[in-house]
Structure formats: structure tokens, C-alpha cells
């Protein structure tokens, strides 16, 4: 409820905007291991296919609905940081009008 929990969450929507920009440039460094494991097997059968003179499609298809559900991963994340942001400013907004009002003047 204080100010320096509303600057840290503040701070995590920050990193969690640059991390979902960054994914949307297809930049790796914000994704999981599990989720960078899926996208080099991804590639890799994409290689294969190309070594054997077959289409890449499937391949390509993978690492796209991979980066998808990283993007939905990171807007989710992002409502959630929101949300408990707006209700640490309710609780501070309450606790302060309930100070006010308790006073004796």
C-alpha cells in the first residue's frame, strides 16, 4: 500500500512492456528455457527440412504460434501488474480518506 510498492510494480509493467516489445521484434532473451527449447527444435526441424529439399512451413508455422503464445503470456502478465496496481492506489486512496475523516478537526 505504500508508494515504493506501487514504484516496484511500476518498474515490472516497464520490463514486462520492453519484454513484450522486444518478443514482438523477435528477440529470444525474454522467452523461457522450455519456450527457447520449442523454438531451436522449431528451427532445427526447419534446417532439416531445408537439407532434405522439403518445405519449411510446418517449421514456421511452429515458431509463429510459439511467439504467440509468448505474446499472450506477456499481455497477461501485463493485465495482472495492472490490475494489482490499481488496487494498491484504492487501498492508499481508502486508507488515506479513512485517515482524513478520522480526523478531529
Known amino acids: 500500500m505504500s508508494k515504493a510498492d506501487i514504484r516496484r510494480l511500476d518498474k515490472e509493467i516497464q520490463r514486462t512492456e520492453k519484454k513484450l516489445e522486444a518478443v514482438q521484434n523477435g528477440e529470444w532473451w525474454p522467452l523461457t528455457s522450455r519456450e527457447r527449447l520449442s523454438m531451436s527444435r522449431a528451427m532445427a526441424s526447419g534446417a532439416r527440412s531445408v537439407y532434405r529439399d522439403r518445405g519449411t512451413t510446418g517449421a514456421e508455422n511452429r515458431m509463429d504460434s510459439i511467439g504467440s ?18 488496487r494498491l492506489i484504492t487501498e492508499a486512496a481508502r486508507a488515506k480518506a479513512q485517515k482524513k475523516s478520522s480526523g478531529w478537526f
Request: charge should be neutral.
Open 69 to 86: 503464445s509468448v505474446e499472450r503470456r506477456l499481455n497477461a502478465e501485463l493485465t495482472a501488474l495492472h490490475g494489482e496496481r490499481q
